[in-house]
């Protein structure tokens, strides 16, 4: 149900994005479509959407939708961004996303605050600090997982059709006899053509575990191409906050059980 329900909410977005734009205050809309490998060799594909919707003049909501297949699972997204934007140059506030695994019983919430500044024209930085849990998840350490987690980022022009981004996120797990520090890095090339709306992307990924229960390294690639509308892509500071996942290296190492 989840693989068809999803897609098919993703298809109908852009045309009704497009209709309410003026009626509903609707700002922008960004979809993306990707597609990567491992070096385990296990492949992923994804396909994700934002809506940015202007609720006064200086706050706003994001919303989230998305669904990945990471060979592992099949996992599908709703996320929330409720923020505000006193200044141009400043985009801050709260974030909340659900993740459910279709075919298990599996969900896993995370919440949190973050926030974003432009330090210069063609420089923004970014930070989120969050806890996630799971439930109706089984595991190799206990039944039920929490953690804790902050992440940072940075978004830089090097011309006025390439952006470079780079993303770390850290997250502390420590359940039963399990204790691990994860990290999660990612380095994003991105080529928007003058005058159009797309922009083509490549990414490098990877993955670690450091502490007691630490685990050799996850790494990536990947493509894919972004569709953005309205004021998505008109400025850095503009751009789609991103969803956290830091409890999905642990489900594709075999780590998180899935029943």
Request: aromatic share 6%.
């Amino acid at each position: 149900m989840l693989k068809r329900a999803l897609p098919i909410a993703l298809c109908l977005m852009l045309p009704l994005c497009a209709q309410a734009q003026s009626s509903l205050g609707i700002q922008s809309f960004s979809g993306e479509l990707s597609y990567g490998t491992t070096d385990r060799g296990q492949t992923i594909a994804s396909a994700d959407a934002q809506i940015g919707v202007n609720i006064t003049e200086v706050h706003g909501l994001q919303l989230d939708i998305g669904l990945a297949d990471t060979g592992t699972i099949v996992a599908g997204t709703l996320g929330a961004h409720l923020y505000m934007q006193p200044v141009a140059s400043q985009k801050y506030g709260l974030f909340a996303s659900l993740t459910d695994a279709d075919e298990f019983s599996v969900q896993y919430v995370n919440a949190g605050i973050e926030g974003r500044i432009a330090v210069s024209p063609a420089t923004t930085v970014e930070a989120r600090f969050g806890i996630g849990g799971t439930t109706g998840m089984g595991g190799t350490a206990t039944d039920q997982w929490d953690y804790v987690f902050a992440g940072a980022g940075v978004l830089h022009n090097l011309t006025d059709t390439m952006t470079l981004t780079a993303r770390v996120d850290i997250a502390e797990f420590d359940e039963g006899p399990f204790s691990a520090i994860g990290l999660d890095s990612q380095l994003r090339l991105s080529h928007s053509p003058r005058g159009s709306n797309f922009e083509l992307w490549g990414e490098l990924r990877n993955a670690s575990l450091y502490g007691q229960n630490a685990a050799p390294a996850i790494t990536s690639v990947g493509l894919g191409v972004t569709l953005n509308l309205g004021n998505a892509g008109e400025s850095l500071i503009d751009r789609p906050f991103q969803n956290a996942d830091p409890l999905d290296q642990l489900i594709s190492r075999g780590i998180v059980r899935l029943y």
